[in-house]
C-alpha cells in the first residue's frame, strides 16, 4: 500500500469511529445536543462535507504509526478518534475565547447556538475523546489503555497550557523568541506529539522508538506552525488562499514577529503603537523581512524539519506504512520527495 | 471512629492531594495560571479559607464508601481529587454560561479574568480531574484504574448532558415535571452517585453492592436536590441564608415550579407571562402551594430519601464508615437520627 491507499482506507474507519463515539448523545432528549456536535465535525447541517470535517491528519497520524510497526491499524480506531475530539474540544473552546465566527468556511458553534452552548459542546467533544480511548480495552490489555489515556491526558494538559500562554500574550509588547516554543509547544506540538506516540504504543513500539516517535511529531508540529507562520506574513495570497499578511494585522504573535519584537528595532516600534491596517503590511512586511525575521523564521522551520526527519529514522518505522508516514510528513512540509 | 473523626482526618488528606493534583501546573510560565485554579479552589486570592474551598462532600463521599468495606481510604485520594476537580470544573463552565458574578461569596473566576480565561480554567480542572483518577495506578491494578477512569467519564458525560437540558429549558414554557429528573440526573445526581460507585469499587465491595452504593448516590443526590428547590421557594430567609423565594425571580426550573406549569393553572399562567418580582413572590408561592406544588415535591423528596437509604442497606456498608455514611446522608438531608 502507497500512503493514497492507506487513507482511502483509513478515513472512512475514522469517520465511521468517530460517528459510533459521539453517538452516546444521540438520544431522545438529548438529540439537538448531538446535532451541534455533528454539526461541528461536519455531518450535518449547511456546507456539510469534505470541507466541512478537516482533513483528520491527527487520527491518520494515529493510525500510521500504529502500522508502522505492523499492528493492525483497526485496533488503533478509538486512539484515532480520540485525539480527532481533543483536537475539536479545542476548536470549539478556542472559536468562543478568539470571539471567531468561522471556521472551515462555516459558521462556528458559538455563532449558530451562543457560547454558554458551544462552552458545553465543546466540554461534551472533550469528555468523549476520554471515553474512546478508554474503549482501547476491547483490543489491549488494561496496562496499555492506562498508558495511552495518560498521554493523552497529559497532551490536554499541555493545550490549555498553550491556550494560556497565547491568550496571556495578546497585551504584551515584551515578548521575544523565548515566548514562541512553549506556546506553539503546547498548542500545536504537543498533540501531534502523541498522535505518533500512541499509535507507536499500541502498534508495539519499543520506549525509545516511541520516544522517538513523539519528538518526531513533536518537531513536526513546530516546522509546520512555523511555515504557516511565515505563510502568514509573506505569503502568496494566490497559493496560500487566505489574505496575505493577514497575521500581522490579526497581531498574531507567529516567531517572525517575535523575532522582531526581541529586536527592538523599526518593526518593534510600530507594532508596539497599535493595531495595523492593511494597506501598511507590505511595507511593514519587508522591513521585518529587512530586520532578519524571515531569514530567522525559515532557519529555524529547516532545522524543525532536520530534526523531525532525523527522530522519524530514529523511530525506525517498518515497511509501506512507515514509507508512508515519511511521505506524509514530506508532504505537510512541503518538501518535494 | 465517627463521622466528625473521619472527617477531622479526611479532610486535610483531600486538600493535600488536590494541591499536589493542581500542583502541575504551578511552573515558571504558567504559574499566573495555576493560580486562577487555586483561587477558585479556595486557596488564594481574597476571602481564602473554608467558606472558598467548598465543603468537600464529593469527596468525602469517596474515601467514606472505600472506607465502608474496610479498605485503607487513603489509597482512593486520587479518586477523591478527581471527582472534586470535576465538580469544580462544572462550576467554572456555569458560572460563565449563567453569567454568575459570585460563587461562595468572592468573585467568579470569569469576572476577575474574563471569560475566556476561565473556559481555559474550567478545562485545565478538568484534565488535572482525569489526570487524577489515573494516578490510582499508584496502589490499584489497572483493570480497576480503567473502570474508575470510565465510571468518571460516563459521569462527566452526564454532567453535560445535564447542563444542556438546563439550558435549553430556559426558554420553554411547556414543561412538566417529565422534564426534571433527566435534567436533575445529570447535574446533580449522576456525581454523587460516581463517587459512592467509585469509593464502593475501589473499597473492593462487590458489584452488587456497587450498584446499590450507585443508586444509594443517584437517590441522595435527587432527594438533596428537591430539598433544595423546596427551600427555594417556601424556604425560611433567616434559616437558608439565601434570599427567599428567590427561585422563582430567578425562574429556575425547580420541580415545584414544573409541577405548577403541567398543571396549567393560574400560576402556570402568571410564568408565562414573564419575570416575577419580588413583591409578588409571596402571594405566587402561596398560589403555587394551593396548586399542590409543595406537598407535591415533598412527597418526591420523601420518596427518594427512602430510596436512597433503601440502597445504602442493601449496599450492606460495614464498620464505623459504614455508619459515618448513614449519619452523613441523614445530614444532609436534614433528618434527625
New interface residues.
Given amino acids: 500500500m502507497n500512503l493514497k491507499e492507506y487513507i482511502e482506507s483509513m478515513l472512512p474507519a475514522i469517520e465511521t469511529e468517530l460517528q459510533n463515539q459521539v453517538a452516546?448523545?444521540n438520544t431522545e432528549?438529548?438529540a439537538?445536543?448531538y446535532e451541534m456536535l455533528a454539526y461541528h465535525l461536519g455531518w450535518m447541517g449547511e456546507g456539510v462535507g469534505k470541507e466541512a470535517t478537516g482533513k483528520r491528519i491527527r487520527p491518520l497520524m494515529v493510525l500510521l504509526a500504529a502500522a508502522s510497526y505492523d499492528a493492525n491499524w483497526r485496533s488503533a480506531l478509538p486512539a484515532a478518534a480520540a485525539v480527532e475530539l481533543a483536537h475539536n474540544f479545542s476548536l470549539v473552546?478556542d472559536d468562543?475565547?478568539?470571539n471567531s465566527e468561522r471556521r472551515r468556511g462555516r459558521l462556528t458553534v458559538w455563532k449558530k447556538w451562543g457560547?454558554?452552548?458551544a462552552?458545553?459542546v465543546?466540554?461534551?467533544l472533550?469528555?468523549?475523546a476520554?471515553?474512546a480511548i478508554?474503549d482501547l480495552?476491547k483490543t489491549h490489555?488494561?496496562?496499555t489503555?492506562?498508558r495511552a489515556?495518560?498521554i493523552l491526558?497529559?497532551t490536554?494538559?499541555d493545550?490549555?497550557?498553550g491556550?494560556?500562554?497565547d491568550?496571556?500574550y495578546e497585551k504584551r509588547t515584551d515578548l521575544t523568541i523565548e515566548d514562541y516554543f512553549?506556546m506553539v509547544g503546547g498548542k500545536t506540538s504537543a498533540l501531534i506529539a502523541a498522535c505518533m506516540r500512541i499509535g507507536a504504543l499500541l502498534g508495539g513500539a519499543s520506549e525509545a522508538e516511541q520516544e522517538a516517535y513523539r519528538q518526531f511529531g513533536y518537531h513536526l508540529g513546530l516546522a509546520f506552525q512555523i511555515q504557516d507562520d511565515i505563510l502568514g506574513v509573506w505569503g502568496d495570497e494566490s497559493l496560500t488562499g487566505k489574505s496575505a499578511a493577514s497575521d500581522l494585522v490579526e497581531g498574531k504573535k507567529s516567531l517572525p514577529a517575535l523575532y522582531g519584537l526581541g529586536k527592538q528595532g523599526k518593526f518593534a516600534e510600530r507594532w508596539k503603537q497599535g493595531s495595523i491596517a492593511k494597506n501598511e503590511v507590505k511595507s511593514i512586511a519587508a522591513q521585518l523581512e529587512n530586520e532578519g525575521g524571515k531569514s530567522y523564521a525559515e532557519e529555524a522551520a529547516t532545522q524543525a524539519t532536520e530534526k523531525a526527519l532525523e527522530y522519524l529514522r530514529q523511530a525506525n518505522p517498518r515497511g509501506a506504512a512507515g514509507e508512508s508516514m515519511l511521505v506524509l510528513a514530506n508532504a505537510l512540509l512541503n518538501r518535494k520527495q
Same sequence: chains 1, 2.
Fill in positions: 452516546r448523545l432528549r438529548t439537538p445536543f473552546h468562543v475565547q478568539d457560547a454558554p452552548m462552552i458545553n465543546g466540554d461534551a472533550f469528555v468523549i476520554h471515553q478508554l480495552t490489555p488494561a496496562p489503555v492506562v489515556a495518560s491526558q497529559d490536554c494538559l493545550l490549555t497550557r491556550q494560556f500562554l491568550m496571556s512553549p
